[in-house]
């Protein structure tokens, strides 16, 4: 591997770490199981390993997964919360007792063993035995409080029970993890299906989920339990043990890992691995691995910690429970998009609690790269999805004659929901480019089905009770053909919807129809943003909608928008200028006469672009670049877009952009730099935008302010080498609030 490689397949991984972060800490709705996770976490480490030149302190591999979402109050950790590091190997795990040995300069030292439950990490703080808050673990140092919820949760106890003349801490912070049951999962999932929404993944996602709900009567509606198993700041300490904790937890009468091993070492604890693993599936939560700690507080002191994570602890993790069975055919579905897409029809098999019959393909390539075929044995694994994922095929065990799959020929070279054209698509797959097909007709049923599911989803317009099921109804009885059509269909129209068959209906019912009624109008106040993303406008997703939706004040302004004109322009001018430049590779100047004109003319396009630059497209970020400017001038220029536009204005909808006209930093550009005290990166950029000021990323002499906080860093300096006023977040809210 080149340096370049190295340096390009680091970036790529700490991207592609970076939106699984996202998507299982913020978002609770992971892609990839836990061991993809870690694999790619793993190569990142490795690679950094050997090119310590491509290091950086923010890499995935040196944070903790950041839970913080936007809505709540932050608020710091007395103590910082780890994370740790893990591990699927014995033999890492007898390197880690290793290290350990040396550093303590023994050999059976006391270790404890207890399940790794699968949650989510919380911090209690009780002050003289009462419960005073609770933090979610967030970026380590300060997380978001969730105190309101956590008083929704049955299982906590809201005071620490006394022990006769038992000193109690003044102060304690108390950590575990917030889970949901089974059981409740299921009971829950159940509701959902009834009322046609989307179904929740797993247990542990709905319980992330659930705690950051910013609704707590929804919470307390839904069951969540916690336990507890580690300890914060103490003062004064109580305990000098894992294993003391243990026993005090319980004493204090709060709910505890139903068993913990007390070993001397590793032989010990690897045995204890053993006997967890073969008990846990009996646990009222869910565990995925075993957490090996120094018992004694004084040698994990000794043995200190990294910034992520203690030196004294390690989890080792179990592989998740697969299942073996047939394959009996792959069947193609059709996306809102119209993306082909393949999917295992499996022999029912029981897995992790419920019974599989279906697995997600992804694509041809991958068919292709894990060699699977229609007969095969396949190994199937659940990962972060309803839908389980497809280890491995035996090709040894396949049945003679089991042919290659191909995907055109098993379509008949045509969309298997409409009978419409397909074409071949180039997409970014592992390993490289690889080729999707897609159905070419918009109003194809399955791709209508699709952007209604998706125009109800939960970030888009939230109008609850659209889910797959009724949404294909409503398009198969011709009722929806653009999702706005929705506000068409009569309330007596939703409710007798049969969900079911001719001979065993199903009726949608008077009650779910009278939500999406009611939700379907709550959705005509909502902003642009929303309705920019729920449109399923090509390349258009949260970021640009948002983008989108502050600089401009309605619909048809972005259907005409003269900013996203600009961006095409400033495109167009950028390209001419580089094959101008009197050295372009390309097309170099050959006379000296040819070269003072060709300089003569980049530098007016400099200036033309300059001058988009500080006019119209001042502010605007990279990433609104000319690839979804061109997507959403030409969407709003065709047939879909015409059509879209004309229903909303006859319902008289007109979504309102975020525009500000003017205030109180109209004509001011701000950079940001380290953590503020309590206002959230967002929350500060999104003060500055509501008062008609700029956020920009690098600090110039035209920077109005940087608004600095705690580990600033470069920009600081630069702001101060500049002579730019540097302000904090006292003095920033002093400007904003007035
Ligand atoms: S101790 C300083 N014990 O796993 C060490 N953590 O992957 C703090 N977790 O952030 C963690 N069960 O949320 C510990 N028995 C257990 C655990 C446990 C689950 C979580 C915890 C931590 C994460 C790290």
């Not at 939230?462 to 659209?466: K, L, Q």
């Not at 049969?498 to 001979?503: F, I, P, R, S, V």
């Not at 002499?701 to 302010?705: D, G, I, R």
């Given at each position: 591997m080149t340096p370049a490689e190295a340096q390009q397949r680091i970036a790529a991984l700490r991207t592609e770490l970076g939106r699984h972060d996202e998507l299982y800490h913020r978002r609770a709705q992971p892609e990839i199981s836990d061991f993809e996770y870690d694999r790619l976490k793993q190569e990142l480490a490795t690679l950094e390993g050997a090119w310590p030149q491509f290091a950086s302190a923010d890499s995935p591999t040196q944070r903790v997964g950041d839970d913080r979402v936007q809505g709540f109050k932050e608020v710091a950790h007395r103590q910082r919360m780890m994370s740790l590091d893990n591990t699927y190997s014995e033999t890492e795990l007898r390197a880690f007792h290793a290290r350990l040995a040396r550093l303590l300069e023994a050999e059976d030292f006391a270790y404890t063993v207890e399940p790794k439950i699968d949650g989510l990490a919380v911090s209690l703080t009780y002050e003289d035995g009462k419960f005073v808050r609770a933090v979610t673990r967030g970026r380590g140092d300060r997380g978001d409080d969730v105190t309101a919820n956590m008083r929704?949760?049955?299982?906590?106890?809201l005071e620490l029970a006394r022990q006769g003349k038992r000193v109690m801490p003044k102060v304690v912070e108390i950590r575990g993890e917030i889970f949901m049951t089974q059981a409740e999962f299921e009971r829950l999932n159940a509701e959902r299906a009834a009322a046609g929404e989307e179904l929740y993944a797993n247990p542990r996602n709905t319980a992330a989920g659930t705690i950051k709900l910013l609704d707590a009567a929804e919470v307390s509606r839904r069951r969540l339990e916690i336990v507890l198993y580690s300890l914060g700041h103490c003062e004064p300490q109580v305990v000098q043990s894992q294993s003391e904790l243990h026993d005090q937890l319980k004493a204090w009468k709060l709910p505890v890992v139903e068993k913990i091993w007390h070993v001397r070492g590793i032989d010990a604890a690897w045995a204890a691995i053993g006997e967890l693993d073969a008990l846990r599936r009996g646990f009222a939560y869910g565990t995925d691995g075993a957490v090996v700690k120094l018992d004694r507080f004084e040698d994990q002191r000794t043995a200190g910690a990294t910034e992520k994570a203690p030196r004294w602890a390690i989890a080792y993790k179990y592989k998740a429970d697969t299942a073996r069975t047939r394959l009996k055919a792959i069947t193609i579905q059709v996306g809102k998009t119209g993306v082909l897409s393949p999917v295992a029809e499996l022999e029912p098999v029981f897995l992790s609690l419920s019974t599989i019959s279906r697995a997600t393909l992804h694509n041809e390539e991958e068919i292709r790269r894990k060699d699977i075929r229609v007969g095969d044995l396949l190994e199937i694994e659940r990962a972060g999805e309803v839908i389980p994922a497809v280890l491995r095929s035996f090709p040894e065990e396949r049945p003679r004659g089991a042919k290659e799959f191909d995907l055109h020929a098993a379509v008949g070279g045509k969309c298997p929901v409409c009978g419409g054209k397909i074409a071949r698509l180039e997409v970014a797959a592992e390993g490289g480019q690889g080729v999707a097909w897609k159905c070419q007709n918009y109003d194809c049923p399955a791709q209508r089905t699709g952007r209604l599911v998706f125009f109800c989803s939960r970030r888009a317009l939230?109008?609850?009770?659209?889910g797959d099921i009724v949404a294909a109804k409503l398009v198969e009885l011709d009722l929806v053909k653009d999702p706005p059509d929705l506000y068409d269909v009569p309330l007596e129209t939703l409710a007798t919807l049969?969900?079911?068959?001719?001979?065993e209906p199903r009726v949608f019912g008077e009650k779910n129809a009278t939500k999406v009624v009611a939700a379907r109008e709550a959705a005509r106040a909502l902003p642009l943003e929303k309705w920019l993303y729920g449109?399923?406008?090509?390349?258009?997703?949260e970021t640009t909608a948002r983008e989108l939706g502050r600089r401009h004040r309605n619909l048809p302004e972005v259907a005409s928008s003269t900013l996203l004109r600009a961006v095409l322009e400033k495109a167009r001018l950028a390209e001419q200028r580089e094959l101008e430049a009197p050295a372009s590779r390309k097309n170099p100047a050959k006379t000296d006469e040819e070269k003072a004109r060709r300089k003569e003319l980049c530098a007016r396009l400099d200036a033309e672009i300059a001058a988009l630059d500080a006019g119209v497209l001042a502010g605007v970020p990279a990433d609104l670049g000319p690839a979804v400017a061109a997507s959403v001038i030409d969407f709003f220029a065709g047939k879909p877009g015409e059509r879209l536009l004309a229903k909303l204005g006859k319902l008289g909808i007109d979504p309102a952009g975020?525009?500000?006209?003017?205030?109180?930093?109209?004509?001011k550009t701000f950079v940001l730099t380290g953590t503020l005290p309590t206002l959230k990166r967002e929350e500060a950029e999104q003060k500055i935008l509501a008062a008609g000021g700029k956020v920009s990323g690098s600090v110039s002499?035209?920077?109005?302010?940087v608004l600095a906080g705690e580990e600033a860093g470069s920009k600081l300096e630069k702001a101060q080498a500049l002579g730019v006023p540097v302000i904090d977040e006292a003095e920033f809210r002093r400007m904003v609030d007035g």
């Open positions: 929704a949760v049955p299982s906590l106890p939230a109008i609850d009770g659209v049969n969900l079911g068959t001719a001979e449109l399923s406008i090509p390349d258009v997703g975020t525009v500000v006209e003017a205030g109180v930093f109209t004509g002499k035209k920077t109005s302010y």
